[in-house]
């Protein structure tokens, strides 16, 4: 039998920690979050391992040090209000809900939603909420939100999110074509929009209407 919490600290330490990422409460976030209950029981010996996992639907968990690295590149304060576009499994999600104070989440994939929904209330993450969605519209009812992160690859910014981003906010996002994506950060400021570029990244594609036309 696998010891899960080893390998969870060993994940942390060698592909965290390692990598780069310096942010403490994301180090933390990333040693507590149990990482294996969000795929599928088959795979929960490979939910430490550096790579990304299927959740079904064609849709991924992405690999630990991604999920650190956007998660970091939000610099997100404790009462802060976040977007997340792309909810999947709900293991980015749960590390949102350890370093904000609520969390607002869209997941276009009914199952996805209702599963990831189920697992975050039995781990006592209330402060989370996930509806069935459209994500490139963002959340209206809930904005400005001080983040926004979009866990999938977009053509070109969705002006949606722009528009729900604070004074001062910090969106981060994979840009690119359906096959590579650069991760940008975008803050937005009273004098205009500041982008930053984090690296090179390959996600699975964000549909609707500000993104990817279904196949």
């Known amino acids: 039998m696998m010891d899960l919490p080893k390998a969870r600290l060993k994940m942390v330490e060698e592909q965290i920690v390692s990598r780069g990422i310096k942010d403490p409460r994301v180090i933390a976030a990333m040693k507590k979050v149990p990482r294996h209950l969000f795929v599928e029981e088959a795979l929960q010996s490979q939910a430490y391992s550096d790579h990304p996992l299927p959740i079904g639907e064609k849709q991924t968990i992405s690999q630990p040090y991604m999920v650190a690295l956007m998660t970091e590149a939000l610099q997100l304060k404790e009462k802060e209000k976040v977007l997340e576009i792309g909810a999947g499994s709900g293991y980015q999600t749960a590390m949102l809900a350890e370093l904000a104070e609520k969390v607002?989440?869209?997941?276009?994939?009914?199952?996805?939603?209702?599963?990831?929904?189920?697992?975050?209330?039995?781990?006592?993450?209330?402060?989370?909420?996930?509806?069935?969605?459209?994500?490139?519209h963002g959340w209206m009812g809930e904005a400005p939100f001080d983040a926004i992160i979009v866990t999938a690859g977009a053509p070109d910014i969705p002006q949606p999110l722009l528009d729900q981003l604070a004074i001062d906010g910090r969106l981060v996002i994979p840009v690119g074509d359906a096959y590579a994506q650069d991760l940008m950060r975008v803050t937005k400021t009273k004098e205009g929009i500041k982008k930053e570029e984090l690296g090179g990244c390959r996600f699975v594609k964000l549909i609707g209407k500000y993104g990817w036309e279904a196949e």
């Open 104 to 136: 607002f989440s869209i997941e276009r994939i009914r199952s996805l939603a209702i599963k990831a929904r189920q697992l975050l209330y039995e781990l006592g993450y209330f402060n989370v909420e996930i509806k069935i969605f459209d994500g490139t």
